[in-house]
């Protein structure tokens, strides 16, 4: 059994003989649920990209610290505000290295150069960089990073300025979120004169822990420990994931030691995760959503009683009970109560089969419709089993007449079924980036989160958008809280969405691995965790 084992381990590590076994013991193997769409993710939106790219190969000039929520210092070393809210100006810390990979060998270490173009490819649309793998940048469009800055220059070797047209109170924590991160400017000058700028966000360099030595397609990604990272030398000399979409399949590998982490276990897993001796289970509270998106812009979505209709079909609690085997809670507005923008008194109506005919009937559909609901593939932090959800919405929806066709569908075919908008629903949500709620109500109801594709109600309405603005230039967080309030009691008026349950982050790994931190915002970070 044990010669099995190396040799199954073995395709991912050097080995298992008795010279590779340091190797083996410096090496962590993480069971992903799925293969990143990219290794830049300033492109993406997806947890297993974020997961896979933003803190194991990346830093930004700022993080989100896990405890006190608050920003905190990294690539920028400090950092000041004018009185009007309009400037920021930060001090770059000195002596950070990039990656030293086959493909690239950096002649300096980090500067405000990189700073300006990691920031300038994004906004400026005539830079030669922003149309470069799509030229789509999810996170920053659906917030309007591009009008919200105007400006960003370099005042010296590491001093960085950026120019806004507005105060903005989040301006900070979008900074500090998983797709901030800072991309080198002399590689990406290199990749420009040698006609292949695309390379940059495939053969990646950053300054983060971890830098990429191999990737086989929908299979694993190795990276190797980054020597000169500028936080200390990283304990695991190889980090290994491991793409394994099914959960069934990720829970063997951890049982058999095929996998020393395991992303995302099934809620039905979690018995054996817990009785097991040499396992662990990590959970904690995760600020994020599940929902039904319904396309506002489509017959019969158009029509508020129709969406208020689908509310009052749905049960949620079924939802909860059948999928997140109860771990979780029912929604009921689309911030959790862990949000310090929580509206406490909205209140989800209860399942009423004989209103939401009525409802029906009223909109001249009382036979029904029929109507594609796209679930994605695979689980979700945020929903742990779409296609079981789909099915019980499915049966519901049944009882009205309303004919559900199913459509599961990968993130990357889903991103841009939504980018399209011709979908009637989608079963989607959202994982928090930072302890902002406009991070969530951005993205998921923004009018220009619709073209990024994360609102995929593609509702759009004056007054939600007012309180939104209004919250990110008040004076006090008093203020904030009441738009934000708002925001909540207009959304549940007009229902654009439906939402469904919360849930908890959960991670599972063998009692071997330790320094693990389930973060409760954004993607994995594996830089402190170790092997005994």
């Known amino acids: 059994m044990r010669f099995w084992l190396c040799w199954l381990t073995a395709l991912l590590l050097a ?3 008795g010279s590779d076994r340091q190797l083996a013991k410096e090496s962590l193997l993480y069971c992903a649920e799925g293969a990143p769409l990219t290794f830049n993710p300033q492109l993406a939106a997806s947890t297993q990209t974020l997961d896979a790219t933003a803190h194991q190969l990346y830093d930004r ?4 610290n896990p405890d006190t929520l608050q920003p905190e210092p990294a690539l920028a070393l400090s950092w000041r505000r004018s009185d009007d809210g309009l400037r920021y100006r930060f001090t770059l810390r000195p002596g950070v290295q990039f990656h030293h990979t086959d493909w690239f060998t950096p002649t300096r270490p980090l500067n405000a150069d990189d700073v300006v173009f990691s920031y300038q490819r994004l906004i400026d649309k005539t830079h030669p960089y922003h149309g ?5 940048y999810p996170f920053f469009d659906s ?3 591009s009008t919200l800055i105007t400006e960003v220059k370099a005042l010296g070797p590491r001093e960085v300025e950026f120019v806004l047209s507005r105060p903005d109170a989040t301006f900070i924590t979008n900074l500090a979120t998983d797709y901030g991160v800072i991309l080198s400017a002399e590689y990406a000058a290199r990749l420009l004169a040698a006609g292949t700028p695309e390379r940059l966000d495939q053969q990646p360099v950053g300054t983060g822990p971890f830098l990429l030595a191999q990737y086989r397609i929908d299979d694993f990604i190795r990276y190797y420990r980054h020597p000169g990272y500028w936080r200390g030398e990283v304990q695991l000399a190889q980090l290994v994931f491991d793409i394994t979409p099914k959960s069934s399949k990720r829970l063997a590998k951890l049982l058999t030691g ?6 995302h276990p099934g809620a ?3 018995a054996v995760i817990k009785s097991h001796p040499e396992l662990v289970l990590d959970q904690a509270t995760g600020m994020n959503i599940s929902v039904l998106a319904l396309n506002t812009t489509k017959a019969p979505f158009d029509d508020v009683r129709v969406r208020r209709a689908l509310a009052l079909a749905l049960s949620r609690d079924d939802i909860l009970q059948a999928v997140y085997f109860g771990i979780g809670y029912s929604a009921e507005s689309v911030l959790p109560p862990v949000s310090w923008g929580y509206h406490p008194n909205l209140v989800m109506p209860l399942p009423d089969t004989d209103r939401a005919r009525w409802l029906l009937a009223q909109a001249g559909l009382e036979n029904g419709f029929a109507m594609t609901l796209l679930v994605p593939s695979g689980a979700r932090s945020y929903n742990p089993d779409s296609l079981k959800t789909g099915q019980l919405i499915q049966r519901r929806l049944g009882e009205l007449g309303i004919r559900v066709r199913l459509q599961s569908l990968e993130e990357q075919i889903l991103r841009r079924e939504l980018m399209a908008g011709q979908q009637d629903a989608v079963l989607t949500g959202w994982s928090a980036d930072t302890p902002d709620p406009d991070n969530m109500l951005h993205n998921l109801l923004s009018c220009q989160a619709i073209a990024t594709g994360t609102n995929a109600t593609r509702w759009c309405h004056p007054l939600f958008e007012q309180q939104l603005a209004a919250a990110l230039t008040a004076p006090n967080l008093s203020e904030r809280i009441g738009y934000y ?3 909540q009691e207009i959304v549940q008026l007009d229902m654009p969405l439906i939402p469904l349950n919360h849930t908890l982050k959960q991670q599972a790994h063998r009692q071997t691995v330790n320094g693990l931190q389930l973060r409760p915002y954004g993607g994995v970070a594996l830089r402190q965790a170790w092997k005994e």
């Open 15 to 17: 080995g298992c003989d």
């Open 61 to 64: 000039l700022l993080d989100i």
């Open 132 to 136: 470069v793998s799509g030229g789509h």
């Open 143 to 145: 917030i309007g990073l």
């Open 258 to 263: 095929e996998c020393d982490v395991m992303a």
């Open 268 to 270: 039905s897993q979690m």
């Open 485 to 487: 309030h708002r925001a």
